[in-house]
């Protein structure tokens, strides 16, 4: 697969949140395989850290910016931060997203705090990195974004979920 590659992202500047770990992680890579320089947001520092290093082992380019996506100054920082870093952002991956305990605790089980932290980074968000992030790209004359969410689980119903709101 690796012959396959058309490096198509070479000179752009890609955005994930929660590269530090699975989905981000994954698509940071991914990303900097396709030749883009890669901003991994993300509120685990460590995770971020091993993310930007395999990045860089691999000979691309990356920068860690510590963000809360559930904050409106981490995410007008973070993409202040990309092109500060690298002049421009071209494409977003807004996957920065937690389940708080909804996988282990039967809704009614679930404390307002939870529920109000879950919607803060999975639906809000969502929202603030995009009113980050879009009049940057509109600057510039266009951009791509993709927003991740979760439909719940085999134990869950898929009501238990906030992400269906920004479906």
Same mark, same amino acid.
């Given at each position: 697969?690796? #012959?396959?590659?058309?490096? %198509?992202?070479?000179?752009?500047?890609?955005?994930?949140?929660?590269?530090?770990?699975?989905?981000?992680?994954?698509?940071?890579?991914? $990303?900097?395989?396709? #030749?883009?320089? !890669?901003? !991994?947001? %993300?509120?685990?520092?460590?995770?971020?850290?091993?993310?930007?290093?395999? +990045?860089?082992?691999?000979?691309?380019? =990356? +920068?860690?910016?510590?963000?809360?996506?559930?904050?409106?100054?981490?995410?007008?920082?973070? @993409?202040?931060? =990309?092109?500060?870093?690298?002049?421009?952002?071209?494409?977003?991956?807004?996957?920065?997203?937690?389940? #708080?305990?909804?996988?282990?605790?039967?809704?009614?089980? $679930?404390?307002?705090?939870? &529920?109000?932290? @879950?919607?803060?980074?999975?639906?809000?968000?969502? &929202?603030?990195?995009?009113?980050?992030?879009?009049?940057?790209?509109?600057?510039?004359?266009?951009?791509?974004?993709?927003?991740? =969410?979760?439909?719940?689980?085999?134990?869950?119903?898929? &009501?238990?979920?906030?992400?269906?709101?920004?479906?």
């Amino acid at each position: 697969m690796a #012959g396959n590659l058309t490096r %198509d992202l070479a000179g752009k500047t890609a955005l994930v949140t929660g590269g530090g770990s699975g989905i981000g992680r994954a698509a940071s890579l991914a $990303y900097a395989r396709e #030749g883009a320089r !890669v901003v !991994v947001a %993300d509120v685990n520092v460590e995770g971020g850290e091993e993310t930007v290093q395999r +990045i860089k082992e691999a000979g691309g380019e =990356a +920068i860690l910016v510590h963000a809360d996506v559930s904050r409106a100054e981490d995410t007008q920082a973070m @993409v202040s931060q =990309a092109v500060q870093a690298f002049g421009r952002l071209d494409c977003a991956f807004n996957n920065a997203g937690i389940s #708080g305990g909804m996988d282990r605790r039967l809704t009614a089980d $679930y404390q307002e705090e939870d &529920w109000d932290r @879950v919607i803060g980074i999975n639906l809000k968000g969502v &929202w603030l990195c995009m009113k980050a992030e879009i009049p940057q790209m509109l600057k510039q004359g266009g951009g791509a974004i993709v927003n991740t =969410a979760s439909r719940g689980s085999p134990r869950r119903p898929r &009501w238990s979920t906030p992400s269906p709101a920004y479906e």
